[in-house]
């Protein structure tokens, strides 16, 4: 199970910083990552990170956002800085399958029931 929370209104160029929660066991052995879906758009990545550490971003979010983890707390955080009015939608935290997300089985993988950002201008 995934609980995301930090959620919420903020003006043009404001940050927020997101958590996302996960039960259960072995979370530092895989890849989380962070999703969004705007109103009539399809669901987009974000972030996400390896087990390792290493990470990737969406083109639009880069410079802007930076994920991290906290395996101790079994928590992944996405720090969302310099956000915009297109920055507005459902933010979802993804568990893959796997120690990273080109090794992940999608059988395994689990969403989050997501946090509304909305940015106004």
């Known amino acids: 199970q995934l609980v995301e929370s930090g959620g919420g209104l903020v003006q043009a160029g404001g940050s927020l910083r997101l958590s996302c929660v996960a039960s259960?066991?072995?979370?530092?052995?895989?890849?989380m990552g962070w999703y969004r879906q705007a109103a009539g758009n399809e669901r987009e990545l974000v972030a996400h990170?390896?087990?390792?550490?290493?990470?990737d971003y969406g083109d639009s979010v880069k410079g802007r956002f930076t994920i991290s983890r906290d395996n101790a707390k079994n928590t992944v955080y996405l720090q969302m800085n310099s956000l915009k009015p297109e920055d507005t939608g459902v933010y979802y935290c993804m568990k893959y399958g796997g120690s990273a997300w080109w090794v992940s089985n999608r059988n395994l993988e689990v969403w989050g029931q997501g946090t509304l950002v909305t940015v106004s201008s």
């Open positions: 259960g066991s072995f979370f530092s052995l895989v890849a």
């Open positions: 990170i390896t087990s390792s550490g290493s990470t």
